[in-house]
């Protein structure tokens, strides 16, 4: 039996925190928040989308850096164990659209109801109040000290085991404030580039005046440098002050970042208004459309097929008059209104800050983790788990099956 010490009372923590406890450890967590979950609470838009019922080897796909680096922990708890998990311990659980698996109560807070009893059922000391200053290695063991409740006395305590499962820099209101990365750091570890991912983009063409603007099935493409199609998508997005943003723009994010991250060229960005239509079923439609309004100007002639915001833009991109009547539009320039209307380019020069950012990209190098017990190559003993870890996914649930994953087996591992 050892005596653990988990850091982070998040997802990746709690669920090592139980595992490390149900290998009959004894187990101390120490939480900086005033309560357990506060990230999980806010997930899924307060319904805290848990896992996705994919089938298993289909999350690989959905991890957008070092998959690899996680088949043990994905073997040893994948996506069907984790709702079995949370099924054994009281929490019903529903498969919605893109198979998301969701709380049947549409209630984050179950989640955390239900880990917080199942972390008393293990006997798992949890204290809150508590933030981690340093790990410090001793000798086999290592050293945590952190300032414990309200009133902030300073505390060293001995461990066998310490799991860090600090998470990364999002959201930092939650508490994840990457002190994760610098207790990494004392001990060797590298910690590679950081980026705010999943997150909404900003664009050099400046659409503030569209800000609040939604449109829905519409497709977007990315192009790498070469041309070739990486990322191709239909959905929901959204325009904002600074760029756009929605569920599509969300997952398309994780590529700029990766690219960001080092420096590298980021992909081209095409939004396809029509998904639904070719570039001559849509040319045939504006025509019969036109037909309907030929004494009308250009400008105002396109109501039909988009919203009335839009219409400056696009007619602005195609280049032709907008004070030209239907009647005298050529061809080729309507022609190149339905091009317009196919494949606008937006180029992406950023990203959204880490306060509006689902994850962090980058965290911990994986290349100095042992992927079966997430324990550290470089000080025996000391672990790590969940997003603190160069690891991340596309929304739909990922993100935090990986934070299951990694912690049950940074829990399991220790004995
Ligand atoms: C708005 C939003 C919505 C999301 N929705 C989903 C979703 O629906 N599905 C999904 O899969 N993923 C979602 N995610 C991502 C997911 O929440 C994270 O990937 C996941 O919570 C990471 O878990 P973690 O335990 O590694 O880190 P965290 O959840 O960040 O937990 C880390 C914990 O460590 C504590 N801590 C930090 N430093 C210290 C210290 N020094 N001492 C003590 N404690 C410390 C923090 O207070 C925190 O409680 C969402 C994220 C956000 C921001």
């Known amino acids: 039996m050892s005596h653990v010490i988990v850091i982070g009372g998040g997802a990746a923590g709690m669920m090592a925190a139980i595992a490390a406890a149900k290998n009959g450890n004894s187990v101390k967590l120490l939480e900086k928040n005033e309560k357990l979950g506060k990230k999980i609470y806010i ?4 319904r805290c989308n848990l896992t996705n019922a994919c089938e298993t080897r289909e ?4 991890v957008t850096v070092n998959s690899k680096f996680l088949h043990s922990a994905f073997e040893g708890f994948d996506n069907e164990e984790t709702i079995r998990f949370f099924n054994s311990i009281g929490l019903k659980t529903k498969v919605e659209r893109g198979q998301r698996v969701f ?3 549409d209630k984050s807070s179950d989640v955390i109801s239900v880990l917080k009893e199942e972390l008393r059922r293990q006997n798992v000391a949890v204290l809150l109040n508590s933030e981690v200053q340093s790990v410090e290695a001793s000798g086999e063991k290592h050293l945590v000290t952190y300032l414990s409740g309200t009133e902030n006395r300073k505390k060293t305590e001995e461990c066998d085991a310490c799991i860090v499962a600090t998470g990364g820099l999002s959201y930092p209101s939650t508490g994840s404030t990457g002190d994760g990365y610098r207790f990494a750091k004392y001990f060797g570890h590298t910690v590679t580039p950081l980026i705010p991912s999943l997150v909404a983009l900003v664009t050099r063409e400046d659409v503030s005046d569209i800000a609040g603007l939604a449109l829905k099935n519409v497709s977007i493409t990315l192009e790498n440098e070469k041309g070739k199609t990486i990322y191709k998508e239909t959905g929901e997005m959204l325009f904002t002050h600074t760029g756009i943003s929605g569920p599509l723009i969300l997952s398309a994010s994780s590529y700029f970042a990766e690219a960001l991250r080092y420096e590298k060229p980021v992909p081209r960005l095409f939004l396809d208004l029509k998904p639904g239509m070719s570039l001559d079923e ?9 037909e309907k309004e030929l004494n009308k100007d ?10 009335k915001s839009l ?4 007619v602005a991109l195609s280049g032709t008059d907008p004070s030209k009547k239907v009647n005298s539009v050529t061809k080729e320039e309507r022609r190149k209104l339905a091009e317009t209307l196919k494949r606008t380019e937006f180029h992406i020069t950023g990203t959204g800050g880490y306060p509006e ?3 962090t990209k980058g965290g911990i190098n994986v290349k100095e983790i042992d992927p079966k017990t997430m324990g ?11 997003e603190v870890l160069d690891v991340d996914a596309f929304t739909g649930g990922f993100n935090l099956q990986i934070a299951w994953s990694t912690g049950y087996a940074a829990g399991q591992a220790i004995h």
């Open 282 to 290: 849509l040319d045939s439609r504006i025509r019969k459309d036109f």
């Open 298 to 307: 250009f400008g105002n002639s396109l109501d039909m097929l988009l919203p």
């Open 103 to 105: 709380p049947e109560s």
């Open 59 to 62: 999350l690989f796909g959905n």
């Open 43 to 46: 997930t899924g838009k307060g």
């Open 376 to 386: 550290s190559k470089l000080s025996p003993g000391l672990y790590f788990a969940g």
């Open 357 to 359: 950012a689902v994850i």
């Open 311 to 314: 219409i400056p833009k696009i």
